[in-house]
C-alpha cells in the first residue's frame, strides 16, 4: 500500500470510478468485465515507493488481483481458495508484471 492512503469517501467516490471507466469496466490483465462495486483498483506499483496517482493504478478482478505476485496479496489467497475463486494448484498461476 501507498504511504499514505486516501480517506475512504475519496478513495470510493472519486477514484475508483475514475480507474473502472478508464479501464472500460474490464480487468486488465484477462479482460473479464467486472462492475464497479466487484472491481479490484490494484496499484501496480506498491509499497514503500508507491503513490496514488492515476497511472499507477489499474482494474483487476478478484481472481487476477490474488494471483499477482505481490507479497503484500498473499492474505487474499486463503479466502479465495475457500470461496472457490482459486484452484488449489494457484501457485502455478501467479503472475508478474512484465518491466519494460
Known amino acids: 500500500m501507498p504511504k499514505k492512503r486516501l480517506p475512504t ?3 470510493y467516490k472519486n477514484i475508483r470510478p475514475i480507474i473502472w471507466k478508464r479501464d472500460k469496466g474490464k480487468c486488465v490483465r484477462c479482460s473479464v468485465e467486472v462492475s ?5 483498483i490494484d496499484h501496480i506499483r506498491s509499497g514503500v515507493f508507491a503513490n496514488n496517482k492515476l497511472s499507477n493504478l489499474r482494474t483487476l478482478c478478484y481472481k487476477c488481483h490474488v494471483l499477482r505476485a505481490d ?5 487474499m489467497v486463503q479466502r479465495a481458495l475457500k470461496k472457490g475463486v482459486i484452484p488449489p494448484n494457484w501457485r502455478e ?3 508478474e508484471d512484465v518491466k519494460s
Open 93 to 95: 498461476l501467479i503472475w
Open 9 to 11: 469517501e475519496t478513495w
Open 71 to 75: 507479497i503484500k496479496h498473499r492474505g
Open 36 to 40: 464497479l462495486k466487484e472491481c479490484h
